[in-house]
């Protein structure tokens, strides 16, 4: 059996393992998380109480390693799907935090998630939404601050790309007066 030490394990999924993980002794010092987030472990059971997506239930840390374990399997492009009256629209992030908390609200007219990545690092996100479901004027604010961002469109969709400075948890909140077109 091979072993490994002084490295940084976060963002993988660990799936279908016989044995997750195999701690070689004092020598065989890995760090499991980036101060942030983790690894998807497929046989944690905690919860995520605040919608970062990351698991703050016991037993932590997961595997004796993993302080801030994925409730998702991770990935830089994550897809979430919005149904009303029957139409589905699929709105991507692809970014290189953990996007977790992924939600829609029609009456106030905004798309929000939340992103989580290692505190005081720069972070970044590119959510690109079908036109028919949003599309005007934008405000986007991140913890409830406007920010800027860099819009691209073509016939269809509406890409919007921004950065998060002092990394942790940010707040995404895209807010469009145009938001869905009038229903008859």
């Not at 760090?31 to 703050?56: F, Q, T, V």
């Not at 005081?120 to 991140?142: A, Q, S």
Request: hydrophobic share 35%.
């Amino acid at each position: 059996i091979g072993s490994s030490s002084s490295n940084s394990i976060y963002n993988n999924n660990f799936v279908n393992n016989a044995e997750q993980v195999l701690l070689q002794g004092p020598l065989d010092v890995n760090i499991w998380d980036n101060g942030a987030e983790g690894n998807y472990w497929d046989d944690y059971r905690g919860k995520d109480s605040n919608g970062d997506g990351i698991g703050d239930t016991w037993p932590l840390p997961h595997q004796g390693v993993d302080n801030y374990p994925l409730i998702e399997p991770w990935s830089p492009l994550r897809a979430f799907n919005v149904t009303l009256r029957g139409v589905t629209y699929r709105v991507t992030t692809l970014s290189d935090s953990t996007i977790a908390g992924f939600r829609f609200r029609y009456p106030a007219k905004q798309i929000g998630f939340n992103a989580t990545g290692p505190y005081g690092t720069v972070g970044f996100c590119n959510v690109t939404v079908p036109k028919g479901l949003i599309g005007g004027e934008f405000t986007v604010l991140i913890d409830e601050a406007p920010t800027d961002y860099t819009l691209t469109q073509n016939a269809t969709h509406t890409s919007l790309y921004l950065t998060f400075s002092y990394h942790s948890t940010r707040h995404v909140k895209i807010l469009s007066p145009e938001l869905l077109p009038v229903l008859i």
